[in-house]
């Protein structure tokens, strides 16, 4: 082998020493070629550098190659390396330690599009982004808003109230929608057409509201969805004129919904200050704040493992600001934003990108959820909310109901509101 490198070496010399008329030597041959080979090595080295995003992602993927060199060749059954890969894209995320995280599959992510697609059962309809970057109109549900604003199956959406959808994700998309549920809004249609779609009619309340036997006013509130603040504050005014001396806000069970919604509760209730703030990986900040008018009332916000999102921004803030005091169950600790991030394989992974943090900066999903002042347990976690039967006096105690939390909060507040 030797012998043969050397006489390719050579006539390669003789070559070159041909066409440009000089003679070379056949140990400045070899080191022009061992000179050229590096370079090339080199700046393929460099690219698989800089693709991969370092040595270290580099060392990463050359540890799961061996890993899955190892396993093939050395495991007892046969392999399936599509499911291995699989597992191990999804351990990855897993790993983060964030459970409000993880991968798709191919497979498990056109099912989730499929069922995030009929979330939008307010207006009635289901859409599905295309590659042009606006929304198809996969299905409309017969008597629904949309179907009576004119939608049909097949439109492609490009904006809504004069806003241009093209680069909204699916995430976008959905809240900017959620944020018109409560009320009237225009679907601009590939082509020059605008529908006019009026959720007023089939809108539902979020809130429900008494006032109580002790003389405190009691506001639930099923969800923060659009329309849920402007709700609240006229369940709260209401109350008002009949004269309540402290406030029961009932959060448990309440999924979330919009930060705008908490936004506009939390600047009424509030006095002056920042009520919460959202921020990213890079660290942008934005700030929701209050102004100086406030309601100064004893309150009790009621919370449970039902509690979510901006619920429990809503509560942290309450707390923080000592303007009530907050009784039943830790929440959740879900408050961080996902979003969904397709792959080139077609499969996705759902990514905390954003979190809440309190007036104080707390972020309350690395704290486990929002913690009361008083803990306590409903031995019926089917009575929450009723409260027929409750009686005034000093003790402020109910004959029918079986709702410990609700009963606790309002014997407290008969002690602290008179």
């Not at 056949?26 to 550098?49: F, W």
């Not at 990463?60 to 894209?89: C, F, H, L, P, W």
């Not at 009320?183 to 007023?200: A, N, P, Q």
Request: aromatic share 8%; charged share 20%.
């Amino acid at each position: 082998m030797k012998k043969y490198f050397k006489r390719f070496l050579a006539s390669l010399g003789a070559l070159i020493g041909r066409l440009f008329n000089i003679g070379i030597p056949l140990k400045v041959v070899l080191l022009l070629v061992l000179l050229v080979g590096g370079a090339a090595v080199g700046l393929t080295y460099s690219k698989m550098m800089k693709k991969v995003g370092g040595k270290a992602d580099f060392e990463e993927a050359m540890r799961y190659i061996e890993i899955k060199d190892v396993v093939s060749e050395n495991y007892i059954d046969e392999t399936d390396r599509t499911r291995m890969g699989q597992s191990a894209a999804s351990a990855m995320v897993s790993g983060l330690g964030d459970k409000w995280s993880y991968y798709m599959s191919p497979d498990e992510y056109r099912s989730y599009k499929l069922s995030s697609a009929n979330e939008y059962s307010g207006i009635g309809m289901s859409i599905s982004k295309e590659e042009s970057g606006y929304f198809r109109v996969i299905s409309v549900n017969a008597g629904s808003a949309a179907a009576e604003a004119g939608v049909s199956a097949g439109m492609i959406i490009n904006s809504v109230d004069g806003e241009n959808i093209r680069n909204l994700s699916e995430d976008e998309a959905r809240t900017l929608i959620r944020s018109k549920l409560n009320s009237k809004f225009t679907l601009g249609i590939s082509g020059g057409t605008e529908l006019t779609v009026d959720c007023k009619r089939t809108h539902q309340s979020a809130v429900n509201y008494r006032k109580e036997k002790t003389d405190a006013g009691y506001v639930q509130i099923y969800n923060f969805e659009a329309g849920s603040a402007q709700e609240s504050i006229d369940a709260i005014e209401a109350l008002l004129e009949q004269n309540i001396v402290a406030l029961c806000i009932d959060l448990r069970g309440n999924p979330g919904g919009l930060a705008s919604e908490i936004e506009a509760l939390l600047d009424y209730l509030l006095p002056a200050g920042t009520v919460f703030y959202t921020t990213d990986r890079q660290g942008h900040e934005k700030a929701a704040s209050s102004d100086s008018m406030c309601i100064q009332l004893p309150m009790v916000v009621l919370i449970n493992g039902e509690t979510y999102a901006e619920a429990e921004v809503f509560a942290a803030a309450m707390q923080e600001y000592q303007w009530a005091t907050l009784f039943g169950e830790t929440t959740t600790g879900s408050t961080r934003d996902q979003e969904t991030i397709e792959l080139s394989d077609g499969s996705a992974i759902r990514l905390s990108t954003k979190s809440y943090l309190t007036p104080n900066r707390v972020d309350i999903s690395t704290n486990g959820g929002v913690v009361p002042e008083m803990i306590i347990y409903n031995s019926d976690p089917n009575s929450a909310g009723t409260t027929l039967g409750t009686t005034g006096g000093a003790q402020g105690t109910a004959s029918v109901s079986n709702d410990e939390q609700l009963m606790a909060a309002l014997t407290f507040l008969s002690k602290t509101g008179t």
